[in-house]
Nanobody, 126 residues
Framework: VQLVESGGGLVQPGGSLRLSCAAS????????IGWFRQAPGKEREGFSC????????YYADSVKGRFTISRDNAKNTVYLQMNSLKLEDAAVYYC????????????????????WGQGTQVTVSS
């Protein structure tokens, strides 16, 4: 069971990146997937989730309107489109499988997730 994030990099403020979260060894179809990020010296922050059951999506206020989460079950991959990036978006980004097919009320809580990727670095700098 493995999750692999990719797509991170260096981008200027206002720029865009698309992160991917690919699964191997298991099928993502059955799981809600969350995205988290962690900046140096800060706690890991959950900010988005997509349910498997109906594709419902959830966003924290800090990214709402700028980030879009989606999934392609045929490719066993979840995506995070990040637009209008800000300096404060800089962090290591992680995806994780939830303990079920639905993003719970507390989808932003790391304790509700089991399998994690290794993370991908997003740097926002002018």
């Amino acid at each position: 069971v493995q999750l692999v994030e990719s797509g991170g990099g260096l981008v200027q403020p206002g720029g865009s990146l698309r992160l991917s979260c690919a699964a191997s060894g298991f099928t993502l179809d059955y799981y809600a997937i969350g995205w988290f990020r962690q900046a140096p010296g800060k706690e890991r922050e959950g900010f988005s989730c997509i349910s498997s059951s109906d594709g419902s999506t959830y966003y924290a206020d800090s990214v709402k309107g700028r980030f879009t989460i989606s999934r392609d079950n045929a490719k066993n991959t979840v995506y995070l489109q990040m637009n209008s990036l800000k300096l404060e978006d800089a962090a290591v980004y992680y995806c994780a499988t939830a303990r079920g097919a639905i993003c719970g009320r507390y989808y932003y809580t790391p304790a509700g997730y089991d399998s994690w990727g290794q993370g991908t670095q997003v740097t926002v700098s002018s």
